[in-house]
T-cell receptor
Framework: GAVVSQHPSRVICKSGTSVKIECRSL??????MFWYRQFPKQSLMLMAT?????????EQGVEKDKFLINHASLTLSTLTVTSAHPEDSSFYIC????????????FGPGTRLTVL | AQSVTQPDIHITVSEGASLELRCNYS??????LFWYVQSPGQGLQLLLK??????LVQGIKGFEAEFKRSQSSFNLRKPSVHWSDAAEYFC????????????FGTGTRLQVFP
């Protein structure tokens, strides 16, 4: 149980285009979903926290107009990288939590974004 | 503010040897603590977690971790490492009581020699 999927697993796009990444909780309803960014050989950086039906809460320094997050249902959250540039190339990982009382998160397999 | 420190950036061990990965945290109350493993290009897999109770926690793949409040540590151990254990290991702490955010350490890369 507690499986989280991401789609696509890998995407290559041209500079200036927008890319949408989906995160789904397959066998549970997620009260909260999180989006992380991971640079090579570095730790996970939390970008934003989203709850179904409400606006995402972005971490300091993360551009909300560049990284659009939509949390349309209890099982789906999307991250759209708008007007992508090469510096946006990274590994994006989502996670979902069932219970807000214990911090346990279930992680997706990640999406490798390469912007040419 | 809460924080997590993993002092060892890179560790190399021989297959069959024992392993201990260090994790120190800074947190005012009893923390929720986690160890995750990340294989190349993959997301994170939960190895084990500590919420309360027995301070020695058993996880998957033969891993265990011990919560030591006096040392603010939650070190990960395995008695005999397998080549497939080569990966990046992350320690994490729950950010605070009323939120489900996690704060991650910088990770320890484990290399296993045959």
């Amino acid at each position: 149980g507690a499986v989280v999927s991401q789609h696509p697993s890998r995407v290559i796009c041209k500079s200036g285009t927008s890319v949408k990444i989906e995160c789904r909780s397959l066998d549970f309803q997620a009260t909260t979903m999180f989006w992380y960014r991971q640079f090579p050989k570095q730790s996970l950086m939390l970008m934003a926290t989203s709850n179904e039906g409400s606006k995402a809460t972005y971490e300091q320094g993360v551009e909300k107009d560049k990284f659009l997050i939509n949390h349309a249902s209890l099982t789906l959250s999307t991250l759209t990288v708008t007007s992508a540039h090469p510096e946006d190339s990274s590994f994006y990982i989502c996670s979902a939590s069932i219970d807000t009382s214990n911090n346990e998160q279930f992680f997706g397999p990640g999406t490798r974004l390469t912007v040419l | 503010a809460q924080s997590v420190t993993q002092p060892d950036i890179h560790i190399t061990v021989s297959e069959g040897a024992s392993l201990e990965l260090r994790c120190n945290y800074s947190y005012g109350a009893t923390p929720y603590l986690f160890w995750y493993v990340q294989s190349p290009g993959q997301g994170l897999q939960l190895l084990l977690k500590y919420f309360s109770g027995d301070t020695l926690v058993q996880g998957i793949k033969g891993f265990e971790a011990e919560f030591k409040r006096s040392q603010s540590s939650f070190n990960l151990r395995k008695p005999s490492v397998h080549w497939s254990d080569a990966a990046e290991y992350f320690c994490a702490v729950g950010a605070s009581y009323n939120t489900d955010k996690l704060i991650f350490g910088t990770g320890t890369r484990l290399q296993v020699f045959p």
